[in-house]
């Protein structure tokens, strides 16, 4: 899981960071092909999310037992999101053919570029997560939300406290 339930206030922290065309310290691996001022204007972000209503989550598949992944070192290497998965920011997951949160038309989850074991995980997938009600976000292989949605018009905007979620 990458991604659950969203606080609005975070969703305005990305929007904020999203509007700061100055900031461009992740392009190299998150957007590296795409004008950050595109951001919002191609739908890879918005103002008001799905995350936000609890109702979206951001996932992906992985290979049990799932192995521990290190956290990010601020100031190593960007490698784009789009190259090779054995180049890329280490992570437990299946190969899918981008990283998570690339912002990149192969991203797209029937993007026809992406083909073999890649295509058969998203679509796999995709599959699974529609025969429980979650419909794809066709431009994120890894965005689903729940249909009917229970909030379909509220953007919850409670903290979430580290305790509730380590269990202690």
Same mark, same amino acid.
């Given at each position: ?7 609005? &206030?975070?969703?305005?922290? *990305? ?5 700061? !065309?100055?900031?461009? %310290? ?6 590296? &092909?795409?004008?950050?001022?595109? !951001? ?8 008001? %999310? ?6 979206? +989550?951001?996932?992906? !598949? +992985? &290979? ?29 997951? /299946? ?7 690339? *912002?990149?038309? !192969? ?9 073999? /074991?890649?295509? @058969? ?12 009600? *979650? +419909? ?14 229970? *909030? ?9 406290? &580290?305790? @509730?979620?380590?269990?202690?």
């Amino acid at each position: 899981m990458y991604d659950c339930y969203r606080p609005q &206030r975070a969703v305005d922290h *990305f929007v904020r960071w999203a509007k700061d !065309l100055d900031d461009q %310290s992740m392009k190299g691996e998150f957007y590296p &092909r795409v004008d950050k001022s595109r !951001l919002f204007e191609d739908g890879y972000i918005a103002e008001k %999310s799905g995350h936000s209503r609890g109702s979206t +989550v951001d996932l992906t !598949l +992985v &290979r049990l037992p799932a192995l521990p992944t290190r956290p990010y070192r601020p100031g190593e290497r960007l490698t784009p999101c789009f190259a090779p998965k054995s180049e890329r920011f280490p992570d437990n997951s /299946v190969d899918m053919g981008t990283g998570y949160d690339c *912002f990149d038309t !192969l991203s797209h989850t029937d993007d026809p570029r992406i083909q073999g /074991v890649q295509r @058969a995980n998203r679509q796999f997938l995709k599959r699974t997560l529609a025969e429980v009600g *979650f +419909v794809n976000l066709p431009e994120e292989w890894w965005h689903f939300t729940h249909k009917p949605e229970l *909030f379909p018009d509220t953007y919850f905007d409670f903290p979430v406290d &580290r305790r @509730a979620v380590a269990g202690r």
